[in-house]
């Protein structure tokens, strides 16, 4: 709800919504899920009253990983949403 707020603060900018997955399973299940993830907080924000010309909603399955997929800590840091403003 803090980016909602945001948003509206900032109503000229551009949001990619970006998902992202661990190494688990199958790449191309891996790329599809991180596609839904992003399009899923996509549509929330729209439900919520921003336009959804605002956001575009990106998947990258586990090509961009923040901490190593070798422990189920790792994994959960891996499985994440990031925001970019533009």
């Known amino acids: 709800d803090r980016l909602i707020e945001t948003a509206l603060r900032c109503p000229t900018a551009n949001i990619e919504i970006a998902g992202h997955t661990d190494t688990d399973g199958d790449e191309a299940a891996n790329q599809a899920l991180s596609e839904k993830r992003a ?26 990983p923040i901490a190593g997929n070798d422990t189920d800590q790792g994994k959960a840091q891996n499985r994440r949403i990031d925001f970019v403003v533009k």
């Not at 899923?40 to 399955?61: C, E, M, Q, T």
Request: no cysteine; proline share 8%.
């Open 39 to 64: 399009q899923a907080v996509a549509d929330y924000l729209v439900k919520a009253g921003l336009p959804a010309d605002r956001f575009s909603a990106v998947g990258y399955g586990p090509t961009q």
